[in-house]
């Protein structure tokens, strides 16, 4: 079965592909919004998404993950997605603290963050060419382009409140 879905949250992505699990569906392979899956004893695995850490060695992170007891499915970019059989010894976690939760979402911040702003530069980029030619294309250019910052700054904006919620927390 193949489905396309677009995620820029990843927990929002992770809560998808356990119910899929759920309902038998094992994630196989993806590439930009189009998943893979083929069956699977209905909740056989959890799934993570992780974002792969800034200067750790691709082969090292693979190695820990599966002395772990961590499959790691499929990569597309620095997106990793990593299952573990479902097991009676609780909810399969990357980041099971506080402090490590948070330091996963301000790397999600600060990888989000310059393609935010390339998109609000890029769109911005196509506002002279709108007015010197009336062109249609720079026209549909620079909405999907702004369109596109603001799902992103969306999307930035609530890892933000969320590592906002963790320091009042730990106040």
């Known amino acids: 079965m193949i489905k ?3 995620y820029i949250d990843n927990q929002k992505e992770q809560d998808w592909l356990n119910k899929l699990s759920k309902q038998g569906w094992a994630l196989k392979k993806f590439f930009l919004g189009f998943y893979k899956f083929e069956k699977c004893e209905p909740g056989e ?3 993570q998404i992780d974002l792969m850490p800034e200067g750790v060695d691709k082969q090292d992170y693979y190695d820990f993950m599966e002395e772990a007891g961590v499959e790691v499915v499929c990569r597309w970019y620095y997106w990793v997605f990593l299952r573990k059989k479902s097991s009676s010894n609780g909810e399969f976690k990357l ?3 506080r402090e490590s939760l948070k330091g996963h979402y301000q ?3 600060k990888f989000l963050k310059p393609i ?7 769109s911005l980029l ?3 060419p709108i007015f010197m030619s009336n062109s249609k294309f720079n026209i549909f250019t620079f909405i999907f382009l702004l369109v596109l910052f603001f799902v992103i700054f969306k999307s930035v904006r609530r890892f933000e409140n969320r590592i906002q919620k963790i320091e009042s927390e730990n106040e």
């Not at 935010?116 to 890029?122: I, K, N, Q």
């Open 116 to 122: 935010m702003y390339l998109e609000l530069v890029a």
């Open 45 to 47: 695995y959890e799934y």
């Open 95 to 97: 980041y099971s603290d």
């Open 4 to 6: 396309y879905r677009y």
């Open 107 to 109: 790397s999600i911040v």
């Open 126 to 128: 196509q506002i002279p």
